[in-house]
């Protein structure tokens, strides 16, 4: 079996493989964009030879929660995901998704995060339709989202859906999956969805049970009332029969920080009867659109991206809102559409949570801003290198498996997410010693250090921070929907 020539060989790294196993030092044989072997391979013939002593060898990162739908289209390098090693990204978070959307709908906030005015695909298979012609960097993993569904079903948003309209987006959501959506998210937080009572989130859901497919929520509370968001999630997966993910754990202001306390035990308690996930970003601040109530308001809040005003970017809203002698409220309202950075967690949450066993990394960043949240550029390097090496929250195999194998568990992406032989060869090269996010709220488009080399199906598509321009990206599709 050595004796066959390999496309690529890396020779002498640390194999830390996704599964938690402690790292070894072996050499590992691509061929055809799979991993052919693993083992003594030194002797071996290949085209292509790297010598990867001191670094770290590992299954490309899968980013379990991003905002990258349209980014997909209109930047298919996606240099913020390859230069923090990500080679999968997870889109149709937070129950915005870029379709089902008809042509001529005017979108609500949060939708508008997505929208860059390009293309509208009235069907899900229209969209996957899309990025299979026109490949990206990384693969994909399709979530539909609950408040675009609502979008399409319902005339006026801001009620709960008639049976009527439930029936509506039960079958758009079964075109989804069966079109090859891995499952849907909701975001009863925002207010289009925020009207949808816990009835209609899980009838709407109904058709994810018979093919297992995921609930993901960003919960319709992250503050004072997130130990109840926490039931009612747990409530939804219980009644509609299926496996829920808690998107972006947090707990937002002061009178709620330790809270993570209380909200991991309900979940640990859960997992025992149903299935519970979740993921996480490694700040204390969040990032989604400027919302438009004192209450979301509260705290330290810096405008990310405006539309009426491009020229407030990275400011602060009190400054802003002081400069033209109007209150936060009016301030935001002048600003829109727009986001925001929101400086309002507490670290030993962010800690708590991202230490706990089921939890993932997410990045949730947003591309669409020249200031975004440094999360868009920074999640992985930093999870690996503060959180873990400097911090010590815990060992580098833990950090790789909570971007890789843990996720391609949670998601049910096949042949990815672990190296070993006959798996698709995502591999993610970087060295444990300096890797580091370097994106900051400053400065927050810095790639990362410490990434050293990325493959996506076997082709190199980032090197020493120079991209390749390959897009061996491909769509990815879950078991569910294969014939
Ligand atoms: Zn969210
Ligand atoms: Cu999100």
Same mark, same amino acid.
């Given at each position: 079996?050595?004796?066959?020539?390999?496309?690529?060989?890396?020779?002498?790294?640390?194999?830390?493989?996704?599964?938690?196993?402690?790292?070894?030092?072996?050499?590992?044989?691509?061929?055809?964009?799979?991993?052919?072997?693993?083992?003594?391979?030194?002797?071996?013939?290949?085209?292509?030879?790297?010598?990867?002593?001191?670094?770290?060898?590992?299954?490309?990162?899968?980013?379990?929660?991003?905002?990258?739908?349209?980014?997909?289209?209109?930047?298919?390098?996606?240099?913020?995901?390859?230069?923090?090693?990500?080679?999968?990204?997870?889109?149709?978070?937070?129950g915005?998704?870029?379709?089902?959307?008809?042509?001529?709908?005017?979108?609500?906030?949060?939708?508008?995060?997505?929208?860059?005015?390009?293309?509208?695909?009235?069907?899900?298979?229209?969209?996957?339709?899309?990025?299979?012609?026109?490949?990206?960097?990384?693969?994909?993993?399709?979530?539909v989202g609950h408040t675009t569904l609502r979008?399409m079903a319902m005339?006026?948003?801001?009620?709960t859906a008639?049976d009527?309209e439930i029936a509506v987006m039960q079958q758009l959501l079964e075109?989804a999956?069966?079109?090859?959506?891995?499952?849907m998210s909701t975001?009863p937080?925002?207010?289009?969805a925020?009207?949808a009572t816990t009835q209609e989130l899980i009838e709407v859901s109904r058709p994810l049970a018979?093919?297992?497919?995921?609930y993901?929520?960003?919960?319709?509370?992250?503050?004072?009332?997130?130990?109840?968001?926490?039931?009612?999630?747990?409530?939804i997966?219980?009644?509609a029969?299926v496996?829920?993910?808690?998107?972006?754990?947090?707990?937002?202001?002061?009178?709620?920080?330790?809270?993570?306390?209380?909200?991991?035990?309900?979940?640990?308690?859960?997992?025992?009867?149903?299935?519970?996930?979740?993921?996480?970003?490694?700040?204390?601040? +969040? /990032?989604?659109?400027? #919302?438009?109530?004192?209450?979301?308001?509260?705290? *330290? @809040?810096?405008?990310?991206? =405006?539309?009426?005003?491009?020229?407030?970017?990275?400011?602060?809203?009190?400054?802003?809102?002081?400069?033209?002698?109007?209150?936060?409220?009016?301030?935001?309202?002048?600003?829109?559409?727009?986001?925001?950075?929101?400086?309002?967690?507490?670290?030993?949450?962010?800690?708590?949570?991202?230490?706990?066993?089921?939890?993932?990394?997410?990045?949730?960043?947003?591309? +669409? /801003?020249?200031?975004? #949240?440094?999360?868009?550029?920074?999640?992985?390097? *930093? @999870?690996?290198?503060?959180? =873990?090496?400097?911090?010590?929250?815990?060992?580098?195999?833990?950090?790789?498996?909570?971007?890789?194998?843990?996720?391609?568990?949670?998601?049910?992406?096949?042949?990815?997410?672990?190296?070993?032989?006959?798996?698709?060869?995502?591999?993610?090269?970087?060295?444990?010693?300096?890797?580091?996010?370097?994106?900051?709220?400053?400065?927050?488009?810095?790639?990362?250090?410490?990434?050293?080399?990325?493959?996506?199906?076997?082709?190199?598509?980032?090197? *020493?921070?120079?991209?390749?321009?390959?897009?061996?990206?491909?769509?990815?599709?879950?078991?569910?929907?294969?014939?």
């Open positions: 079996m050595n004796d066959q020539k390999f496309d690529l060989l890396i020779v002498g790294g640390t194999v830390i493989d996704g599964t938690r196993r402690p790292g070894f030092v072996a050499d590992l044989g691509v061929k055809n964009g799979r991993i052919a072997a693993i083992g003594d391979l030194q002797h071996c013939e290949a085209a292509q030879r790297i010598d990867a002593a001191g670094l770290v060898v590992a299954p490309g990162f899968i980013d379990s929660h991003t905002h990258d739908d349209q980014a997909l289209l209109s930047t298919p390098d996606v240099p913020f995901k390859v230069s923090q090693g990500v080679t999968t990204v997870v889109i149709g978070n937070c915005i998704s870029s379709a089902p959307v008809v042509t001529d709908a005017s979108l609500p906030a949060p939708l508008n995060l997505l929208d860059d005015g390009s293309e509208r695909y009235p069907t899900f298979r229209a969209y996957l339709d899309a990025l299979r012609r026109a490949p990206a960097a990384v693969n994909v993993v399709p979530l979008v005339p006026a948003l801001d009620r008639s009527a075109e999956l069966s079109a090859g959506a891995f499952g975001g937080y925002y207010p289009p925020a009207a018979p093919r297992k497919a995921l993901v929520t960003h919960m319709r509370n992250e503050a004072d009332r997130c130990v109840e968001a926490i039931d009612e999630t747990l409530e997966g219980r009644t029969g496996p829920v993910l808690v998107s972006h754990h947090k707990l937002m202001r002061q009178a709620n920080f330790g809270k993570s306390v209380q909200t991991l035990e309900k979940i640990q308690k859960a997992m025992g009867c149903q299935c519970v996930s979740l993921d996480c970003y490694p700040y204390t601040a +969040s /990032s989604t659109m400027l #919302h438009l109530d004192e209450e979301r308001l509260q705290g *330290r @809040v810096v405008i990310a991206s =405006s539309a009426s005003h491009p020229e407030m970017q990275g400011r602060d809203l009190q400054d802003i809102a002081d400069g033209w002698g109007v209150s936060r409220v009016e301030a935001s309202k002048r600003l829109q559409p727009a986001s925001a950075i929101y400086h309002s967690m507490d670290e030993q949450d962010v800690q708590r949570i991202l230490a706990f066993e089921r939890t993932m990394v997410g990045s949730d960043g947003i591309p +669409s /801003s020249d200031r975004p #949240h440094p999360r868009l550029w920074g999640t992985f390097p *930093r @999870v690996l290198g503060r959180y =873990s090496r400097d911090v010590g929250l815990f060992p580098l195999e833990t950090a790789v498996w909570k971007m890789t194998g843990l996720t391609a568990e949670v998601f049910g992406i096949e042949e990815r997410g672990v190296l070993a032989p006959g798996m698709h060869a995502d591999i993610t090269l970087f060295d444990p010693a300096t890797v580091k996010d370097l994106a900051d709220y400053d400065n927050p488009t810095t790639p990362a250090a410490g990434i050293e080399a990325v493959y996506v199906n076997g082709a190199l598509t980032y090197h *020493r921070g120079q991209h390749s321009q390959a897009r061996a990206g491909q769509l990815l599709t879950p078991a569910h929907a294969k014939a």
